[in-house]
């Protein structure tokens, strides 16, 4: 199984759009259009497993770049699925472990510009 990143989508398109547009390439496992947890709208990329790597390469070629929904969307090889890979384990992205002046304290900002007098 392989998994594909689809990225750029309309707003307008959802989980069974989304499989229905990959199927032809073969059997689909899952698609997934991630949602935001806040107000549940698209964020605009989702995920396609396809069943064999050979679907998922036919997908690829003939999916990334194309018209899809009025928007030109891209497909690639999903990242694999550990937390550091997207930047959310220490010292990534999302992490609050960064070295040196990260935020709310800590590291070298220069000199005090409060009002102690």
Not at 53 to 69: H, V
Not at 92 to 101: I, L
């Amino acid at each position: 199984m392989k998994k594909l990143y689809v990225g750029n989508l309309a707003y307008s398109v959802d989980d069974d759009l989304l499989k229905e547009a990959f199927e032809q390439f073969g059997t689909v496992e899952s698609a997934t259009v991630v949602k935001d947890r806040l107000n549940g709208r698209s964020k605009g990329f989702g995920f396609i497993e396809m069943a064999t790597d050979e679907s998922a390469a036919k997908a690829l070629e003939k999916m990334n770049k194309r018209e899809f929904e009025g928007r030109l969307m891209f497909v690639s090889e999903a990242m694999s699925s550990g937390r550091d890979s997207r930047g959310d384990g220490p010292g990534g992205r999302g992490s609050n472990f960064r070295g040196g002046g990260g935020y709310g304290g800590g590291g070298s900002r220069g000199p005090s510009h409060r009002n102690d007098r």
